[in-house]
């Protein structure tokens, strides 16, 4: 199934990586459409009762039920085949049990081919239809990922009743907590960046997250508290080529909950689960390369951009309603995406300007750093379907050279209103950028990357399960309302 090719190296490791850790189980992870990992588990021994049992797996994989999976197959098509990636094999971190973590490749049992709805394989298209264009050979990304610790979360929703609650001992609302005693060092409202211990409570918390992450193969630059009290954090990994920071940012997502959750904590990256307080992103940098050659690097461009940079974001910035279906998926998304909480809700681009919803660094003058950062996309996105959108846009941008215009260097929150009706923004709600996907859409299509089955799918579930779910119920604060 696997067309018999088979990485002989990565079974090596594989090999060795059971020998080595004592492996008991192999846990086998794949993406369902949403973003979440979903997995299941085999003893090591099933790897050796045939004769030639690598082969067997990695050719033929192993059977689910993908009816039980959001965003798949229907009842009376329910069977999908798992086809492990034996590149992708580390010692799973969050196991007590020896445990080999692989990531997995969907197929359909009966047409022997991908399955159309695999995000994985949604990123692998995009990877392989950028050479097709000769524009370049390969893409790079680096995505900034936020997310909350909180000490506490419970929330419910019943016919008679719906509220959440969220408690941080970080947070600046227990100021006035009796704590026997309450030592005072709560960081104000958006003032969490960079204050040193005791007020980033979670330094080390933090620090044994990233040394996790190394052990797994991601390399890691910074870590560091964030903007929002209540415990906001970064953690930002080195770039790398398409699917393999898909890859990575799962395992992060795995590991950061998972190491919470030993400390008796909670991560979450939902956008903005604090009101009044900044919400969490992804911005996402992103280059393109042809051999050892930066392309969007130019010495003489703006902000040393090249012109098919430019148009890059062009694309960007003319697809980016219909993008937001993908790179801010949820309802509570657009509670970030808000003018006031450094959310970059504007379509422009700009060079250091992070209200521009297309930053341009310009730390370095380094040709191979020269990249651009877009900035609306958030943790609640699948990766691969977040990365592979972006790449498309983008590269509409380069085929059919639509300019973005001129940049904006200015606070862009500071400008008249005049001059913000003049100012593009990004969707005001979920249904919204819905809608724009809906009638904006052809440029995924390119290459087969995404079709048409795995859009309406997405339009379908996100109506039906999280738009719909979310307007037909009452809201506490409109009880405040009516009184």
């Given at each position: ?244 920071m898909a890859d990575k940012c799962m395992m992060y997502k795995y590991i950061v909950k ?143 050279k639509i300019d973005p215009g001129e940049p904006v260097d200015k606070n862009i929150y ?70």
């Amino acid at each position: 199934m696997n067309n018999g090719q088979i990485n002989e190296q990565a079974i090596k490791n594989i090999e060795k990586l059971i020998k080595e850790n004592n492996i008991q189980i192999v846990d086998l992870k794949f993406n369902d459409l949403p973003g979440l990992w979903q997995h299941f588990s085999i003893p090591v021994s099933e790897l050796y009762e045939i004769d030639d049992p690598i082969k067997s797996i990695w050719v033929e994989g192993i059977g689910f039920d993908g009816s039980s999976i959001r965003g798949f197959q229907k009842i009376q098509e329910s069977d999908m085949i798992l086809i492990p990636d034996p590149t992708t094999a580390v010692v799973d971190p969050a196991c007590e049990i020896p445990t080999l973590s692989i990531i997995c490749d969907i197929y359909d049992p009966l047409t022997k081919k991908p399955y159309t709805r695999d995000p994985r394989y949604v990123a692998k298209k995009a990877e392989e239809f950028l050479k097709s264009t000769g524009i370049a050979d390969k893409s790079f990304w680096g995505p900034e990922l936020e997310f909350f610790i909180f000490n506490d979360v419970r929330f419910d929703q019943t016919e008679n009743a719906g509220y959440y609650y969220i408690d941080s001992n970080e947070g600046e609302w227990n100021s006035g907590r009796d704590e026997k005693p309450n030592l005072g060092y709560k960081p104000r409202f958006k003032e969490g960046y960079f204050p040193v211990p005791p007020h980033d409570s979670l330094q080390d918390l933090r620090s044994e997250m990233i040394l996790t992450m190394i052990k797994t193969g991601i390399p890691i630059e910074v870590h560091h508290h964030e903007v929002a009290t209540g415990g906001q954090c970064e953690i930002d990994m080195k770039f790398d080529t398409l699917v393999r920071m898909a890859d990575k940012c799962m395992m992060y997502k795995y590991i950061v909950k998972n190491v919470a959750r030993k400390h008796k904590m909670v991560a979450t990256f939902m956008p903005k689960p604090l009101f009044g307080d900044n919400g969490s992103g992804m911005h996402t940098h992103q280059s393109l390369w042809k051999g050892d050659q930066n392309i969007f690097f130019d010495k003489k461009g703006y902000a040393l951009l090249s012109q098919t940079a430019r148009y890059y974001i062009g694309g960007l910035l003319k697809h980016a309603k219909s993008l937001m279906a993908f790179c801010a998926p949820t309802t509570n998304s657009y509670k970030r995406l808000v003018p006031g909480y450094e959310a970059p809700v504007n379509l422009v681009y700009s060079a250091r300007n992070r209200s521009a919803a297309v930053r341009i660094p310009v730390y370095t003058e380094n040709p191979k750093t020269k990249r651009i950062e877009f900035r609306p996309p958030d943790g609640s996105s699948n990766p691969y379907l977040a990365f592979a959108a972006m790449l498309m846009a983008g590269l509409d941008g380069i085929i059919n050279k639509i300019d973005p215009g001129e940049p904006v260097d200015k606070n862009i929150y500071e400008l008249t209103d005049e001059e913000l009706k003049q100012i593009p923004t990004v969707p005001k709600s979920l249904e919204e950028a819905l809608d724009a996907l809906e009638k904006d859409h052809e440029y995924l299509m390119r290459g087969n990357v995404f079709t048409q089955d795995l859009i309406e799918t997405w339009l379908e579930y996100k109506r039906d399960h999280e738009c719909d779910a979310v307007r037909l119920r009452p809201h506490p604060y409109e009880f405040y309302l009516d009184i």
